[in-house]
């Protein structure tokens, strides 16, 4: 699988976040699907041993966004969440190894409908997201342009 692209300061890849996850996405091309594997440790919590649902969240909104980039570069598929819905099948467990896997639904020039999930070790679902992506307006990308160098493959 190839490794996807990480940011520096992005909780959930950034590579200098000092307090983020640094999560690495791989593309799956056999299956369509983006994938990650992340461990949220126990200060991430919402009650004892339990990831806080807001994580669960930004987990699967990064994860199921990642899927439109399986066709090409950040300038080519870069999107915004619109609207995010969330299902939580059972409490995350934090401390544990987590599957995260996002893929498309489908796509138009302007917007993505996107999936995910977060599974356990045994494949359990514990929640499952759908998201609706849009490009973003031309004032975002004008903000975004001096961070694009920093969007890249980094090395483990």
């Known amino acids: 699988m190839e490794k996807q692209p990480s940011s520096r300061f992005c909780f ?3 590579r200098q976040n000092p307090i983020g996850l640094k999560i690495t996405w791989y593309n799956d091309y056999d299956k369509r699907q ?3 594997t992340v461990t949220v440790p126990e200060h991430f919590n ?3 041993g339990v990831v806080h649902g807001g994580i669960v969240a930004a987990i699967l909104d990064e994860t199921a966004g990642r899927a439109v980039l399986l066709d090409g570069g950040i300038e080519d598929n870069l ?3 619109m609207k995010l819905e969330v299902k939580y099948r059972r409490p995350t467990p934090t401390g544990v190894p987590l599957e995260a896997v996002g893929w498309l639904i489908r796509r138009d020039e302007r917007r993505a409908l ?3 999930e977060l599974r356990l ?3 359990t679902v514990c929640a499952e997201c759908e998201a609706l992506l849009a490009r ?3 004032e975002f990308m004008r903000a975004w342009e001096p961070e694009k160098p920093y969007w890249r493959v980094y090395e483990d």
Request: with cysteine; hydrophobic share 35%; glycine share 20%.
């Open 114 to 116: 996107v999936a995910g």
């Open 136 to 138: 973003p307006h031309e």
């Open 46 to 48: 919402g009650y004892p």
């Open 12 to 14: 959930l890849c950034g």
């Open 34 to 36: 983006v994938r990650a």
């Open 121 to 123: 070790p045994d494949g």
């Open 79 to 81: 999107m915004v969440t």
